[in-house]
């Protein structure tokens, strides 16, 4: 069993509302730990997002509870209409889930336990709430900040590595369609979970201005990054669709099909080792002419087996998409390793690679 961040955080903001609560004498104290626990969020900006909607949200809630008390008691048809009516203001002021559904709490909360001094018990309860997303807001500033760079990086290298294997794979004909078919939904959540770490990163804020450069030329190189990796998906289920007419081509041109793959991967593997300082330039810069070379030695034959009809017009086309693919990647390739280039080579004492070393969690 595995405790990330967010859970520990979530704990600690618990145990700092409760007692917080409990000193200032706020009760029931639980209160404030119901609404830590929807307030926290993965990264400092979205937790400030958060807490200013929480505000709004449970200001709204808080005030119709009040005003519905005030006018037609607590009757539970006038609690269920109050909570309608915050739904539908809340809703049309387009704020979060997580805020919507603190503030039914927060309606239900006051509305459901009459008392003689309303206003003041409305009061308490509604500072109890705040105070549990203010605990969120502090744990999440304070402790475990979340380091999306790392984060995303390591799961972009991930992806690639498991991405590069099943090319390698299927081009030498060693895998079992079964398993590629079950591969490629897996890899299409792990897309999307990616795209998650980038908008994390990317709302990430940066206070002073040589940072937000900085951070503006690592949102480039990371995009590319990710462009890049979906373009090897894409060939990918490109190669598993279209294997059984690759294997009709003539032999050399499977062979320079898996060379080419194999220099590409390659260049790709370099290229996400040389961000971390792990490979240099030079290195690449040699992968990147044999990456040149293998294209036009791949486009050539592939157009030579047409001319000279070795291969039908039928045939021809169906390969087509994987040399397109092939292609594609490759060009995004050398657009990754060209912002790389220009990364490192100016304003070198600026653009500083902030990746921890990977720790077992």
Known sequence: MRLGARILKTGLAIVLALYT?????????????????????????????T???????????????????TIFGHDPIVIGAAVMFSIAIILKLKLEAS????????????????????????????????????????VNLLFLPPKHETRLYYKTADITEETIRWIRLITRHELNQSSIKREIPLINEQLIKLDNYYLLYKEE?????????????????????????????????ALDRYENELTLMPERLQK????????????????????????????????????????ESL??????????????????????????????????LEHLDILLESFFSYHQSDNTV??????ED
């Open 21 to 49: 609560a409990a000193w200032l004498g706020l009760e029931p104290a639980f209160y404030a730990a119901i609404s830590a626990t929807f307030a926290i969020q993965p990264s400092i900006f979205k937790t400030y997002k």
């Open 51 to 69: 807490i200013l909607e929480q505000i709004q949200a449970n200001f709204i809630g808080a005030s119709i509870a009040v005003l519905f008390v």
């Open 99 to 138: 805020a919507l559904s603190l503030a039914i709490v927060t309606v239900i909360i006051i509305m459901g336990n009459p008392h003689e001094q309303f206003l003041l018990y409305a009061s308490e309860r509604f500072a109890t709430i705040m105070l549990g997303v203010g605990a969120a807001f502090i």
């Open 205 to 237: 804020r940066s206070y002073f201005k040589k940072e937000k450069l900085t951070k503006a030329r690592k949102l480039v190189v990371f995009k590319q990054m990710i462009v890049s990796l979906k373009k090897a998906v894409m060939l990918l289920k």
């Open 256 to 295: 320079l099909i898996q060379q080419q793959l194999d220099h590409l991967t390659d260049y790709h593997d370099r290229i996400l080792l040389r961000y971390v300082g792990k490979v240099n330039t030079q290195l690449t810069d040699d992968m990147a002419e044999e990456v040149d070379e293998g294209r």
């Open 299 to 332: 486009t050539d034959l592939f157009m030579d087996l047409y001319d000279h009809n070795e291969i039908s017009r039928e045939q021809w086309l169906r390969v087509l998409p994987i040399i397109s693919h092939i292609t594609e990647y490759n060009e995004h």
């Open 354 to 359: 902030d990746i921890e070393e990977r720790t």
